[in-house]
Nanobody
Framework: QVQLVESGGGLAQPGGSLRLSCVASGFTFSNYAISWARQAPGKAIEWVSGMSSDGPYTYYADSVEGRFTIARDNAKNTVYLQMNDLKPEDTARYFC?????????????????WGQGIQVTVSS
């Protein structure tokens, strides 16, 4: 079955960095887009960043543009989210999600599998 497992979260200071990883299994990884989403307590899910199956197309939320970078290694079935210049408002639970196709979108219905998520807390 499809599995997505996030790692790399934790506590960071404002201005610091973290790198999240999402290791996938149970499907042909290179055929599907993967995105990162986050949810803070009491807030709606925010689509943070996504990448198409073969990498040329990416998107970023305005709130993270210029600070976060998504990358994928299809040989390792892994997607990364490098988060730099972290801000307290980046505090949330971060999820990776598998798209239904090779296209990365910001629409919940376009994703059929989610990881359990990992907490990122930015605080001094």
């Amino acid at each position: 079955q499809v599995q997505l497992v996030e790692s790399g979260g934790g506590l960071a200071q404002p201005g610091g960095s973290l790198r999240l990883s999402c290791v996938a299994s149970g499907f042909t990884f290179s055929n599907y887009a993967i995105s990162w989403a986050r949810q803070a307590p009491g807030k709606a899910i925010e689509w943070v960043s996504g990448m198409s199956s073969d990498g040329p197309y990416t998107y970023y939320a305005d709130s993270v543009e210029g600070r976060f970078t998504i990358a994928r290694d299809n040989a390792k079935n892994t997607v990364y989210l490098q988060m730099n210049d972290l801000k307290p408002e980046d505090t949330a639970r971060y999820f990776c999600a598998k798209a239904r196709s090779f296209i990365a979108t910001r629409f919940d219905d376009e994703y059929d599998s989610w990881g359990q998520g990992i907490q990122v807390t930015v605080s001094s």
